[in-house]
């Protein structure tokens, strides 16, 4: 796979300089020098992420560019093939009149007397020069000797200098090959360093994740502490409304007590008005069962304002216990309202004991007076 700053190298010419360049500092070089809209692209650590249609586009710019380098090489080619072939047929061409005009000449002296003797002649010349031509070879052979003993010479001092120099490249490859190493043993720490700066930024993400959750529990456990606080106030005014009727009702059951009484002293007297007063005894009776019912239905509703203290006191341990565990992971965060969490809940407490405490000698006055 060609990678993306060569494959589109083509439409940014001499935008990257040569040599060794990071990849993300080519990408932007070349998208700066394309002038794209920068809400077309994003570029990432390793990747460069592109809009729909932008990378068909950069294709269809490419395959054009290619067109035209192609076509352009094409008539190139062309023109150098027509080149050639020209000065092959201009060579043909004196070739042919060299030729025709050597042709012509000899035409002209294959008669000529002093050219037939010349011809005749000319291998008789060769005799005498051959002395002449082993004097020269063998200059030639003692010029090549020397020159044989300055090539060894030359050879011996290359073959020193190939020496020094193999060694010199062992040297090197030793030396590049320690600097791989190196440079392979910092791209190893370098993606480490990477894997654990993902790893950190992942933790970072769980740990606010982790705080948004624990903000909203603590939100969550603030409305539940204000919705008791509330409901213990209904109770409170429940419990006061009780005790106020339950004061009417026991001074009504005094008057109908001393009613009685005082109905009981005169029936030994008043004997003749025994089956008035007996009368009144059953309406005094009925008024006494009508008494003691209502005083069963408060007796009923403390009853049940006991089980309401009992399933608050339960729902509070129940937070409380939540706000340990919350607080053994996010001490360090919510430490303030833990504290004043806890001075409420135990104030709470102490409110539905003193309530209690309050009801329960009244409850008890209640049902040892009906009985």
């Given at each position: 796979?060609?990678?993306?700053?060569r494959r589109y190298?083509?439409?940014?010419?001499?935008?990257i300089?040569?040599?060794?360049m990071?990849?993300k500092?080519?990408?932007?070089?070349?998208?700066?020098?394309?002038?794209?809209?920068?809400?077309?692209?994003?570029?990432?650590?390793?990747?460069?992420?592109?809009?729909a249609?932008?990378?068909?586009?950069?294709?269809?710019?490419?395959?054009?560019?290619i067109?035209?380098?192609?076509?352009?090489?094409?008539?190139?080619?062309?023109?150098?093939?027509?080149?050639?072939?020209?000065?092959?047929?201009l060579?043909?061409?004196?070739?042919?009149?060299?030729?025709?005009?050597?042709c012509a000449?000899?035409?002209?002296?294959?008669?000529?007397?002093?050219?037939?003797?010349?011809?005749?002649?000319?291998p008789?010349?060769e005799?005498?020069?051959?002395e002449?031509?082993?004097?020269?070879?063998?200059?030639?052979?003692?010029?090549?000797?020397d020159?044989?003993?300055?090539?060894?010479?030359?050879i011996?001092?290359?073959?020193?200098?190939?020496?020094?120099?193999?060694?010199?490249?062992?040297?090197?490859e030793?030396?590049?090959?320690?600097?791989?190493?190196?440079?392979?043993?910092a791209?190893?720490?370098?993606?480490?360093?990477?894997?654990?700066?993902v790893e950190?930024?992942?933790?970072?993400?769980?740990?606010?994740?982790?705080?948004?959750?624990?903000?909203q529990?603590t939100?969550?456990?603030?409305?539940?502490?204000?919705?008791?606080?509330?409901?213990?106030q209904?109770?409170?005014?429940?419990?006061e409304?009780?005790?106020?009727?339950?004061?009417?009702?026991?001074i009504?059951?005094?008057?109908?007590?001393?009613?009685?009484?005082?109905?009981?002293?005169?029936s030994?007297?008043?004997?003749?008005?025994?089956?008035?007063?007996?009368?009144?005894?059953?309406?005094?009776?009925?008024?006494?069962?009508e008494?003691t019912?209502?005083?069963?239905?408060?007796?009923d509703?403390?009853?049940?304002?006991?089980?309401?203290?009992?399933?608050?006191?339960?729902?509070?341990?129940?937070?409380e216990?939540?706000?340990?565990?919350?607080?053994?992971?996010?001490v360090?965060?919510?430490f303030?309202?833990?504290?004043?969490?806890?001075?409420?809940?135990?104030?709470?407490?102490?409110?539905?004991?003193?309530?209690l405490?309050?009801?329960?000698?009244?409850?008890?006055?209640?049902?040892?007076?009906v009985f």
């Amino acid at each position: 796979m060609i990678p993306p700053d060569r494959r589109y190298e083509l439409l940014t010419p001499n935008v990257i300089p040569k040599g060794f360049m990071d990849g993300k500092l080519a990408c932007e070089k070349m998208i700066a020098a394309l002038d794209l809209d920068p809400n077309l692209y994003r570029i990432g650590q390793s990747k460069i992420f592109f809009r729909a249609g932008v990378l068909a586009q950069l294709e269809e710019e490419r395959d054009m560019k290619i067109s035209d380098l192609i076509v352009n090489f094409q008539a190139c080619c062309r023109g150098l093939i027509a080149r050639r072939n020209y000065h092959k047929r201009l060579q043909q061409l004196n070739a042919i009149r060299i030729i025709q005009r050597n042709c012509a000449a000899y035409l002209k002296l294959r008669n000529w007397s002093w050219w037939r003797l010349y011809t005749k002649v000319k291998p008789l010349l060769e005799v005498t020069k051959h002395e002449d031509k082993l004097l020269e070879k063998e200059n030639e052979i003692r010029h090549m000797k020397d020159a044989q003993a300055r090539v060894q010479v030359e050879i011996g001092e290359l073959e020193k200098k190939l020496q020094s120099m193999v060694n010199e490249k062992s040297d090197l490859e030793m030396q590049l090959q320690a600097e791989s190493e190196l440079a392979s043993e910092a791209e190893e720490a370098r993606m480490r360093l990477h894997t654990r700066k993902v790893e950190l930024e992942d933790m970072i993400h769980e740990l606010q994740m982790r705080l948004e959750e624990e903000v909203q529990s603590t939100a969550t456990l603030t409305a539940e502490k204000k919705r008791l606080q509330e409901a213990v106030q209904d109770l409170e005014e429940q419990v006061e409304e009780e005790e106020s009727q339950r004061q009417k009702l026991q001074i009504e059951k005094s008057n109908l007590e001393s009613k009685m009484k005082k109905v009981q002293e005169d029936s030994a007297v008043l004997e003749d008005s025994n089956a008035k007063l007996t009368k009144e005894k059953k309406m005094l009776e009925e008024r006494l069962q009508e008494v003691t019912k209502s005083i069963s239905e408060e007796e009923d509703k403390a009853k049940q304002l006991a089980k309401l203290k009992h399933k608050n006191e339960g729902t509070i341990v129940e937070l409380e216990e939540r706000l340990k565990k919350e607080t053994e992971v996010g001490v360090l965060f919510f430490f303030p309202w833990f504290s004043c969490l806890s001075d409420i809940l135990i104030s709470q407490q102490q409110n539905i004991l003193f309530l209690l405490f309050l009801i329960s000698p009244h409850i008890l006055s209640v049902s040892g007076k009906v009985f």
